[in-house]
Nanobody
Framework: VQLQASGGGLVQPGGSLRLSCEAS????????MAWFRQAPGKEREWVAG????????YYPYSLKGRVTISRDIAKNTVYLQMNSLKPEDTGVYYC??????????????????WGQGTLVTVSS
């Protein structure tokens, strides 16, 4: 399984970014996908998740309304749309999936495969 994350960059506060994560080596329609982020000196934090059925995205309360996860099965790609970005959103963003066909988890330790990370910097 390989996950390739992209789309990070420098953005001003209040701006938007869309991150992409292309997956290979797994049945995209049967595996959960999640996004995490890690700021310097902090633990990896769950940002969003989408279940195998793809019907709903799940978010921590602190980010709900500003981030949206979606997927394109035909492209084997999951996206993270981020709006109204704040400096505290700065960090390396990772996509992840689990090896078994199971539900979402908020715990990074439950994920078996990770993308290489893409850096998001929110600064004026």
């Amino acid at each position: 399984v390989q996950l390739q994350a992209s789309g990070g960059g420098l953005v001003q506060p209040g701006g938007s970014l869309r991150l992409s994560c292309e997956a290979s080596g797994l049945r995209f329609s049967t595996h959960v996908m999640a996004w995490f982020r890690q700021a310097p000196g902090k633990e990896r934090e769950w940002v969003a998740g989408i279940n195998w059925d793809g019907d709903n995205g799940y978010y921590p309360y602190s980010l709900k309304g500003r981030v949206t996860i979606s997927r394109d099965i035909a492209k084997n790609t999951v996206y993270l749309q981020m709006n109204s970005l704040k400096p505290e959103d700065t960090g390396v963003y990772y996509c992840a999936t689990r090896a078994v066909v199971t539900g979402l988890s908020l715990d990074a330790y439950d994920y078996d495969f990770w993308g290489q990370g893409t850096l998001v910097t929110v600064s004026s």
